[in-house]
């Protein structure tokens, strides 16, 4: 081969693997356009109790609330999805066209006067409703429910149940991390920290309360106590016991510095300098251990709770009524588990994929961002964050 040709040669293989790796570069950024001419129908049905139901259409139709359409996948910018609105007709009704195969997030939400005592003096609520949609078909209906939003800005951002990486099945660094999401100082004083039930209840959504099996609840008046503040966009982490679990396997967390401490004064256990949130159950000799593939946490306002039923094998459960409950987390290894905590609590499940002994967390994806749909409001946290966030 010549010179010359020996040049054009190399010019040639430099050209096309310039290219290659300029193709491989594109295949690994996020699409940033949707291209595609399928419809989505939404119908927006009000499952609160607060619409008519008309019975031409046989559901209680939410009209002119906004319903939000945002893509998995397509983006219009870095950390921006795709993202459409429209508002639904008076058979609570919208629909949206041009959309790409894929998977999608449904948001509705609308305030709706309500009359709040005899003298017909009006206020404002809250239906929300949220849903995981896959577009599979170039025409697709599907119907979201609407239910009333809780009015609470403290919530639990994060939950670590899974243990840290480690050979001798060492778990105890488990937490539990609340948020003050408003502006305003609120109150822990009486809340009443819960461990559900592990076991699919087939009424658990026409009753109106959830089942626990653990009650802790921090010190103080529940609803008018005023002795142990969360102060705006403040973390607190309760912790299983507040102390450096890396002292006993390296890779577990250090809890020293916790805000709390789950403390079980009808059990062996050591009582650390960490502020107690403490068992009320003197029939319950655990410490507050989650389970580490399939649980839920629920937060409450402390001011009721009361024995339920006792199961096949002696153990007593719990009730906590829905209109006290703040906040309820599910969370599961397999993201199409059976759910165990009420669509009237939580609508999804967080940490799909998260095995035991990884040291991974579920956290919110904003401080604070609550839509009472885990599937929705949580992300997997390689790296747990007691007493922050992520950085996003």
């Known amino acids: 081969m010549s010179k010359h040709n020996r040049l054009v040669f190399v010019l040639a293989f430099l050209t096309s693997t310039i290219s290659l790796i300029q193709m491989n570069g594109c295949i690994r950024k996020e699409p940033t356009q949707v291209d595609g001419s399928n419809v989505l ?6 499952h609160s109790g607060l619409s008519m139901v008309n019975q031409s259409l046989g559901y209680a139709p939410v009209s002119d609330a906004r319903v939000t359409l945002q893509s998995k996948y397509y983006y219009q910018a870095p950390d921006q999805p795709v993202t459409v609105s429209a508002v ?18 449904v948001s509705v939400k609308k305030e709706m006067p309500v009359v709040v005592s005899e ?9 929300q ?21 809780r009015a609470s800005d403290i919530v639990i951002n994060e939950i670590y149940y899974c243990g840290p990486k480690n050979s001798t099945r060492y778990y105890y660094d488990q937490f539990v991390e609340l948020y003050n999401s408003g502006d305003s100082t609120r109150y822990l004083d009486g809340l009443i920290v819960c461990k559900g039930i592990e076991k699919y209840k087939p009424n658990m959504d026409s009753v109106d309360y959830v089942q626990v099996l653990y009650i802790y609840q921090f010190p103080g008046v529940p609803k008018t106590g005023r002795d142990y503040p969360i102060f705006p966009h403040q973390f ?3 912790a299983q016991d507040a102390i450096d679990h890396s002292q006993f ?71 906590v009524p829905l209109k006290t409950v703040l906040d309820g987390v599910e969370y599961s290894i397999n993201p ?36 009472n749909n885990s599937s929705l409001d949580f992300i997997v946290s390689d790296h747990p964050t007691p007493g922050y966030s992520h950085e996003y």
């Open 249 to 319: 396997v390296n890779t577990a967390l250090d809890l020293s510095n916790a805000d709390w401490e789950f403390y079980n004064p009808y059990y062996s256990e050591i009582d650390n300098p960490a502020p107690n949130v403490t068992n009320v159950i003197p029939d319950n000799s655990l410490d507050f251990t989650m389970s580490m593939k399939h649980g839920d946490v629920i937060l409450a306002d402390g001011k009721e709770f009361y024995p339920g039923e006792v199961n096949e094998y002696g153990m007593q459960y719990y009730h």
């Open 88 to 105: 639904a007709d008076s058979n609570g009704v919208v629909k949206f066209g041009n959309l790409a195969l894929g998977e999608y997030t």
């Open 119 to 127: 003298s017909g003096a009006l206020d404002t609520v809250t239906v």
């Open 336 to 371: 199409n588990s059976q759910k165990l905590l009420t669509m009237h609590v939580d609508a999804g499940l967080a940490g799909g994929g998260i095995n035991r002994y990884s040291g991974k967390s579920v956290e919110r994806r904003r401080p604070g961002f609550d839509t």
């Open 129 to 149: 409703g949220n849903q995981l949609l896959n577009i599979m078909n170039v025409q697709t209906i599907d119907t979201v429910k609407t239910e009333l939003v």
């Open 236 to 238: 607190v982490v309760i």
């Open 41 to 46: 129908k939404i119908v927006v049905a009000d």
